[in-house]
Structures are given as C-alpha cells and as structure tokens.
C-alpha cells in the first residue's frame, strides 16, 4: 500500500541510477523529491530546501551515513532520517538507531517496506510536532513530575500526547528516575483512568512464580496453588498493566507476554480457557533496549511490539537545574510524614547537591532528603545534614560494609542491607542481587526496619 505524499523528502545516494529509481517511485507517491549524491550536497540541500523527511545511504563518498545523521539532525533534531545499506548488520542497525535513525533499510529495497517505513517516518513527524505545540501552550502540565527542564516539559507534553492513545509504550530511564510515575501518569491522564491501574517488577519475582503472577493459575496448577488466582492481566482488565524492568523477564515467558499483545488473550497456567483481557500495556526497563536485543536479554519482537512509542526519562545529573525544585518536594512532603523538620535549604547545601551525580537519581535524592529531615533541626537543611559522599566532592561512597566485632546477627543483618542499598543508590533490586536474596525479602526487612 502506498504511502500517501505529504511533503518533501532528500534522497541521498552516491548512485544516480538509485537516486532516479527512487525519484520515480516517490514521485508517484505523491512526494516532492530533492536528490543528492554526498553527504556535504545533502547538507547543503537540507539547509537550503527544509525536507520533511530524509532518505540516506550510509556509505557514502564522504562520510557515512551515521556521520550525515549527526550533520543533518544538528540542522532539524525534529526531522525523520531513514538510513538505507548493501551492507546491513545488526549492529550497524543497532548504532543507526541508538544514533538517532528513524529507522534502517536494507538494499535491495522491498518498496512496500520503504512506502510502510515512511508513513511511519511521517507519523512520527506529525506526533514531533503535537509535541511542541504541547509545550508551546503549556499544556501536559502533570503536577505528578516536577520539574521546569526543557527535558522534563518535553516528558509531560509526551505523557499528555499518549494518554488518550491505546497503543503500547516503552518507558526507558536509570533506576530511580521514576518510570513508574510516569506510568501511572500515562493512565491517570486518559480515558482508562477510573480502571486499574496495576503494575508487576518482573526483576523482583522469582522466575518460576512470575508467570503465575503475570497470567495467573487454576486451583491445583502446582504444588502450593490451592485456590484460582486471577493474573495481572485479568487484573488490569479495562485498565492499564505497567510490566516493569521488562528487560529482566526470563526468555521462556516473552513469548507468551508477545502473544497476548497480539491477540488479547490470555489462558491460566494449569488451564485452557481463553480469557479476553482488555488491558493497556505500558513496558518499562532500565537497560537500553537495543542492547538487551544485541545481548540476547530481550527477544526483538517483543522489543518492536512494545516500542510503538518511546518515553526516555532522563537520569537526574542531566536536569540538575529541577534538583532545587525536586528538594523541596520532597522537604515538604517529609515534614509532613514527621511533622517537624527544616523548612528550606542553604544555598550552600543545594552547591554541594548539584556537584554530586546521583546514581540513584531521584530515588536517592528522596532519601537523602528523608535523611536531612530527621537528623535537622533548624529552620534550613544544612551541608552536614548531607551524607559525607554528597557534601564532598570526589569523597567516593564507601565499597566496604563495616560490622563492628561482637555485633548481633540481626543488627549486622540490618547494617549490610542498609550498607548495600547506599551503595546502589537505594535501587532495591539491584540490592537484593548482590546479596542473593529476592526483592520481598529486602522490602519486608526494609519494613521491619521502618523505613517503608
């Protein structure tokens, strides 16, 4: 099926035969067609002539075609380049994108594939541009995400934009940079708000309990499953299902996640029965998903299905200019929980929290806030109220756990989960890695601990 031609489009190949071949075909179309033969000629015709799309061949005379990504997104970061190859890998593929490609052609071209990869090139233009003229006007404004960033404007107008659409999404960011908020920002925002909102840690279930938790069971499916148990999937029926660190599922079960984004469908482990389920599915992860694909961690049909659209949450070292606003949030909210507590922050404290990193992003920020909470006692947060590895800059944190002699097995137990979730920026999986326990485990300690 032929796309049909809103635009201009720069085709760029260093052979004319190619270049007329294409010309025709967009041309009938509907596309007007500009043509270059070099990546400094289609520089120059892109500045000059303002296409709408770009069509380019990654060998190229002069540069590749990777190098003329980076030249023509510097002139329009809005514009869709699809790059074209003889040569195609996957990892060349996988650099295409990761680069900024809209997408990756091999020759010879399957011109039904191309006519399907532009109209998508031009979805994605026209979604580009909703998106600014969301932040032209303000709207998307989620009181949820804090933060004045151009980065964090740029989020909620997407959150605003995807709300009232059905399709699946991809959530990708750090640990701590809260994925889940935007999740359940996606939900609360459209249509499917006054249905559940349900959300499973597929890294923090133990693989051989996580499909029952996903899709369910029938009484008697396995030792221990004396009664029916409705998965997330029913769950979440005429809501949304949030399946997060979807980069950590087991590979057996991806396939059935994979089919029942297809068909709508999902059966009980120890049953036959269909059941339809009409549930939004938001994915989230914090690996980059192309190299989970590269690495075999995350099969790519799976990863193309979820990723219809993209929302990257950017770490917090590069919004630093929300670190203020994030602070007091979180300041406020915490003199709430503990009734008492600084009302504000030094100057000198917000200096020494903008020259920390923050692995853990906002996550960490939220307990080092918690922390200044209890131990102040003034009216501002001081830089001593601060953990010696933020007030101090290059003070590394400390990589050994220090239990003194002669301490009981429970407070040593609770010195080392403390010890180890400072170390990982309070990313509780990863915590319950390195100790070789589940993610419950910590979260029932952490309770036990009061701090949950």
Known sequence: MSPPGRGKILVVDDEPAMREVLRARLEEWGYEVVDAGSAAEATARAHECSPNLILADVVLPDATGLELLQALQSDDLERPVVLMTAHGTIDLAVDAMKAGASDFLTKPLDYRNLGAVLACAERELEERRRIRTLQAEGEGELRSMVGASRAMKAVRARIQLLAAAETTVLVCGESGTGKELVAAAIHESGRRREGPFVAVNTAAIPSELLESEIFGHEAGAFTGARELRRGCFEQAHGGTLLLDEIGEMPMALQPKILRVLEDGVVRRVGGSRAIVTDARVIASTNRDPWT??????????????????TIEIPPLRHRLEDLPLLAQHWLDRFREKHSEGPRGFRDETLARMREYDWPGNVRELRNVVERAVVLGSGEWVEPAHLPPYVREPGL??????????GTSLEEAERLLILGTLDQTGNNKAETARRLGV???????????????
């Open 292 to 309: 989970a694909v590269r690495e075999g961690k995350l099969r790519e049909d799976l990863f193309h299905r979820l990723n219809v659209f």
């Open 438 to 452: 589940d993610v419950k485990t910590i979260r029932n300690k952490l309770r036990k601990y009061g701090f949950v």
């Open 396 to 405: 590394e944190r400390p990589e050994r756990i220090v239990v003194p002699p």
